[in-house]
């Protein structure tokens, strides 16, 4: 058979090998925002795993923008070294095409990292002051954020566009800005988080004009042959609240920008799950399948995806471009190898571990084919 999952994509002149895309995932091991080993070892293993394409998980473009005091940051020159360093030993070593995700946490910064609780913290414990759209805090027991004035606006969307400009001098191949999952861009154009009553705020196009002047200034020093994309809440999953209707929307107006991409999750801007029963597999690939489709716009889909067969069924019928993993490669960082082999398909190995392909050992699998 001639697997979809496993054919080429480009977006712009980037050649991607295959469609299984390493979504990004916090890991809170940064020290001062730096990245350090574990994040070389965490980015430059799945870089090696087969996969087509990864991002880092969000790095926060000012220090009040991560999400804790372990997240990375990349607005310093020590921060951008460490970077450097992991992404050169992904592109000596690895074939993935390498994604940088760049993010403000808004109103859902300064916490703790989810081992110790996740809480938001107070000055006494390492916190800081954390901004928003408006003064609506993230829950009733979390501290109300300052409502962002013209010059925090421009403030953040300079150190977004700083972001990028040291993304692209330290090789990343792709960004994506994180407008998902109720951070700071996601704030924006939630009506749950967004009370605003200026040109930012209220209707529709009020809450998109933020986040679509970050990134046209964002695109505007981001290389041509180089894809950008943004990864959305396409649902907020309740009433009032951002919906897939307005996540269409969006998504044309990012297009008619420059964007590549949209890359689909749904929720964060509550406390509250989602109301699908047990986080089915591919619970969200119908909200990539509406965007694709009526935005015209290629689409990463993620959620719970395990089943290669299910992957390469979700890519084969349009519902979107790519297929992204973050549990499923945490369980088994080389899925990408077993589901090539479960296709018919090949997977990029490293020559170290070229011996581990299964026609170098078939005795090992007994009724596989030429075993």
Known sequence: MTSRLFSPYSLRDLEIANRIVVAPMCQYSAENGVANDWHLMHLGYFSCSGVGM???EAIGVEAEGRISSGCLGLYNDKQEKALERIIGFCHEHGSAKIGLQLAHAGRKASTAPPWEGGAPLDASSGGWPTISPSDAPFTNDWPPPLPMDLQDMV??????????????????DVIQLHAAHGYLLSQFLSPIANHRDDEF?????????????????VRSVWPKKKPMGVRISATDWQEPGWTIEESVVFAKE????????????????TADR????????????PLSEQIKREADVPTITVGMIRDP???????????ADFVALARGL???PHWAWQAAEALGADAPYPPQYIRAHPKNWPNAFPGRAGS
């Open 201 to 217: 705020g209220g209707s529709l196009e009020n809450r998109m004009r933020y986040p679509l002047e970050v990134f046209t200034a």
């Open 54 to 56: 990864m991002f880092s």
């Open 309 to 319: 067969h299910y992957a390469e069924e979700v890519v084969a019928s349009g519902k």
């Open 254 to 269: 990012l297009k008619a920008l420059g964007c590549d991409f949209i890359d689909v999750s749904s929720g964060g801007n």
């Open 155 to 172: 403030r953040v969307r300079d150190a977004f566009v700083d972001a990028a400009e040291r993304a692209d001098r330290i090789g990343a």
């Open 330 to 332: 945490l369980y088994e």
């Open 274 to 285: 989602p109301p699908v029963a047990n986080f089915e597999q591919g619970y969200q690939v």
